[in-house]
């Protein structure tokens, strides 16, 4: 681990080298709190390292304007797909993690509560993605072979030419309506495999208000981050 100096404070620095890069960046890893150096196949990493040093101030700004990291715990309340809940710790209980009406009970010790909502909220989520997928996919009359949900980092979504979709779980503190927005996306990849304006078109025409959806997500893709597990 490097690291910059700032006001004479020490931040860490994870640094990378990414044969994609085509030049020298930093990035920050909104998941883990901290920022990347990214360092293309041929760049120096002293050089890296001191480019890291001259945007201190930008990089304690960025992590300085995080969200406070949300935590599950008991009376934890948010939104799931647009869904006020609220987290019920019931440790006597021997029935896993359920929902009922606006309520998402988790049995066992609170040192396992985190963790044990994330994978319920996963499940939830792909059966929700799952759903809407196969709707649209019939509708397009494309085929989908797969369906993951994961903690991405960069996209919100990808598919592959085969027809292998990966969603972030994190759509689900989303917006249905957004939530939606990236799967009409990718599922429209699969008519075309680009950005073309031909894509546009299709997507428009099955999430005609992909437009605001997309400024959302860019609006709120700290707040979508801020879940911790
Ligand atoms: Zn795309």
């Known amino acids: 681990m490097s690291a910059v100096w700032f006001d004479e404070k020490e931040?860490?620095?994870?640094?990378?080298?990414?044969?994609?890069?085509?030049?020298?960046?930093?990035r920050i890893d909104r998941t883990n709190r901290r920022a990347v150096l990214v360092l293309s196949k041929r760049a120096s990493e002293r050089a890296g390292l001191a480019f890291a040093q001259s945007k201190a101030d930008w990089i304690v700004r960025e992590l300085n304007a995080l969200p406070a990291p949300k935590v599950?715990?008991?009376?934890?309340?948010?939104?799931?797909?647009?869904?006020?809940?609220?987290?019920?710790?019931?440790?006597?209980?021997r029935?896993?993690?359920?929902?009922?009406?606006?309520?998402?009970w988790v049995?066992?010790?609170?040192?396992?509560?985190?963790?044990?909502v994330a994978d319920f909220l996963k499940r939830e989520f792909q059966s929700y993605a799952q759903k809407k997928i196969l709707e649209l996919a019939a509708a397009l009359q494309v085929k989908v072979s797969r369906i993951t949900?994961?903690?991405?980092?960069?996209?919100?979504?990808?598919?592959?030419?085969?027809?292998?979709?990966?969603?972030?779980w994190r759509l689900c503190f989303a917006p249905p309506s957004a939530a939606d927005y990236v799967i009409a996306h990718e599922v429209s990849h699969?008519?075309?495999?680009?950005?073309?304006?031909?894509?546009?078109?299709?997507?428009?025409?099955?999430?005609?208000?992909?437009k605001k959806e997309e400024s959302w997500l860019?609006?709120?893709a700290a707040f979508l981050y801020s879940f911790t597990v």
């Open 218 to 220: 860019k609006r709120n």
């Open 107 to 116: 049995s066992g010790e609170a040192e396992f509560l985190p963790r044990r």
């Open 190 to 210: 699969l008519k075309q495999m680009n950005h073309s304006p031909a894509f546009w078109a299709t997507v428009a025409m099955i999430c005609p208000t992909y």
């Open 95 to 104: 029935r896993g993690v359920w929902k009922t009406d606006g309520v998402i």
């Open 11 to 26: 931040v860490p620095l994870i640094v990378e080298r990414s044969a994609r890069a085509k030049r020298t960046r930093i």
């Open 72 to 93: 599950f715990a008991d009376s934890f309340s948010f939104d799931f797909l647009g869904e006020p809940v609220v987290i019920r710790h019931s440790p006597k209980s």
């Open 149 to 168: 949900i994961r903690d991405t980092t960069s996209r919100w979504g990808s598919c592959t030419r085969d027809g292998h979709i990966s969603l972030s």
